[in-house]
């Protein structure tokens, strides 16, 4: 065990939550501002995207926009798996982030002439969401060893979640003050912060906690032509253990966009008859409420449990307890089909996803060499991610068509997909175990000058 009066009072405070060792408290620090500033940017404009798709189309054209993000990305990975062969690793996240910074400015140009952009700002801006938090994940893996990386990141995630909380009020407040295109300009300005702040981010990271993978060259090495353009599709079709991740992931967000559908459909109707004059500031000021919600309580797991549960419990328990939470919320809302339930229970839902899931499935791939960090990561967290919205669309376009009572009889199909996604995890959690079992921390130093012991991800 270390010796705690080497310890300075930020790391004592972070101790509370799981092993800390000196110097570390910086990293902590720094990494946690920079997602605090990320996601930020990303609630800023979650209210503003569902304000225009929910007043110009309604829920269905909303579910199409889901849908339609998996189709596009599937030109983008190829793009991205293009621009990490090429690129530095270290300058992945800035590239990324700067891009979509650029487009913000470019939107705020469109909301001030009045243009009709609300479906393409919807799809623009989940595809944002999702590779924004995924580089932010990637760039952590790449600094972390897998030991240091499981009794940190829950301390990091605080900062994921602290930044969703602050843009969700943010957004709540600001919302009738400053407009749309006031909320695009501080998220850009937040996502410029993200950028400056990775800049010296991996300067704080202690010798003894960063990642064993040294290598310098460009990412992705594969020699076949068609594998390199493939990119992460590649990676994750030789892995039976990348596969059954993407699989999570896919099941995680078909039952998500499914229930956030229910949601929707109830939000619009309500909207058009307790405020027909402007259903939009209805829809706003609800969506930010309820984003401030999932975000405040996703903030207190994250805080007072998360670090706790995998360490404690093991990273392997961990990745089941948010798919049995599904199952068992969605069960609830089936055995007595009350659609007030329906809000309490996505909130619960949304909350463990972002802060106990998230940080879980990031920790898997700790082990795992730069090509899989990065490329087959961002292929699972963007396109299978994704594909789970696709599906979801498929299922809610059949749904509304041919069902008697769409909202019931989905809700029976979401208990169903809990039940496959905590098999799925399950299966997970036991191959993780079976894998990287050698890379578990012990909290203490393992001596004057030791490296920390390399563990090849195995496909």
């Known amino acids: 065990m270390h010796d705690a009066r080497h310890l300075t009072r930020f790391e004592r405070l972070l101790s509370l939550a799981t092993s800390v060792q000196p110097g570390e408290g910086r990293c902590v620090a720094t990494l946690g501002a920079q997602a605090l500033c990320l996601m930020t940017a990303y609630y800023l404009i979650r209210p503003v995207r569902e304000a225009l798709i929910l007043t110009h189309g309604g829920a269905e054209l909303r579910s199409y926009a889901v849908g339609a993000q998996a189709l596009l990305l599937i030109l983008i990975i190829p793009a991205y798996g293009a621009l990490v062969r090429n690129a530095d690793a270290s300058r992945v996240f800035r590239y990324v982030n700067g891009f979509f910074a650029t487009n913000l400015l470019a939107f705020v140009v469109l909301c001030q002439a009045n243009a009709p952009f609300g479906f393409v700002f919807f799809v623009w801006t989940s595809i944002f969401g999702v590779m924004t938090v995924t580089q932010f994940w990637v760039f952590a893996t790449d600094l972390f060893n897998a030991r240091s990386g499981q009794r940190l990141f829950g301390l990091l995630a605080i900062g994921v979640s602290a930044g969703s909380w602050l843009g969700a009020r943010l957004a709540s407040a600001g919302f009738e003050l400053v407009g749309p295109y006031g909320l695009m300009l501080c998220s850009a300005g937040f996502l410029i912060a993200a950028i400056a702040i990775s800049h010296f981010a991996r300067a704080q990271v202690p010798e003894a906690a960063r990642s064993v993978v040294t290598e310098e060259k460009p990412i992705g090495g594969t020699r076949d032509g068609a594998a390199r353009w493939l990119g992460g599709f590649a990676l994750i079709a030789r892995s039976r253990y990348l596969v059954a991740i993407a699989l999570l992931v896919l099941l995680l967000n078909w039952i998500t966009s499914t229930g956030e559908f229910l949601l929707s459909d109830w939000l619009a109707r309500t909207a058009r008859e307790v405020a027909?004059?402007?259903?939009?500031?209805?829809?706003?000021?609800?969506?930010?409420?309820?984003?401030?919600?999932?975000?405040?309580?996703?903030?207190?797991?994250?805080?007072?449990?998360?670090?706790?549960?995998?360490?404690?419990?093991?990273?392997?328990?961990?990745?089941?307890?948010?798919?049995?939470?599904?199952?068992?919320?969605?069960?609830?809302?089936?055995?007595?089909?009350?659609?007030?339930?329906?809000?309490?229970?996505?909130?619960?839902?949304?909350?463990?996803?972002?802060s106990l899931l998230?940080?879980?499935?990031?920790?898997?791939?700790?082990?795992?060499?730069?090509?899989?960090?990065?490329?087959?990561?961002?292929?699972?967290?963007?396109?299978?991610?994704?594909?789970?919205?696709?599906?979801?669309?498929?299922?809610?376009?059949?749904?509304?068509?041919?069902?008697?009572?769409?909202?019931?009889?989905?809700?029976?199909?979401?208990?169903?997909?809990?039940?496959?996604?905590?098999?799925?995890?399950?299966?997970?959690?036991?191959?993780?175990?079976?894998?990287?079992?050698?890379?578990?921390?012990?909290?203490?130093?393992r001596g004057p000058g030791s490296a920390p012991r390399r563990v090849v991800f195995q496909q």
């Open 276 to 354: 027909p004059v402007d259903p939009k500031a209805y829809i706003g000021h609800f969506m930010s409420g309820y984003q401030a919600s999932i975000t405040l309580v996703g903030l207190m797991i994250q805080v007072l449990l998360v670090s706790r549960i995998i360490v404690r419990a093991g990273l392997t328990r961990a990745l089941l307890v948010t798919p049995i939470t599904f199952f068992a919320g969605y069960l609830l809302i089936g055995i007595l089909p009350v659609f007030a339930l329906l809000e309490s229970v996505l909130i619960v839902q949304r909350s463990l996803d972002y």
């Open 358 to 445: 998230n940080t879980s499935r990031s920790a898997l791939l700790l082990p795992a060499s730069r090509d899989v960090k990065y490329q087959a990561k961002t292929t699972i967290d963007t396109f299978f991610y994704r594909l789970g919205d696709l599906l979801s669309t498929l299922t809610v376009f059949i749904g509304v068509r041919v069902c008697s009572e769409p909202r019931v009889q989905l809700v029976w199909l979401i208990v169903a997909l809990g039940a496959t996604m905590t098999l799925v995890a399950w299966l997970i959690g036991r191959e993780y175990a079976r894998r990287f079992s050698g890379e578990r921390d012990t909290s203490g130093p």
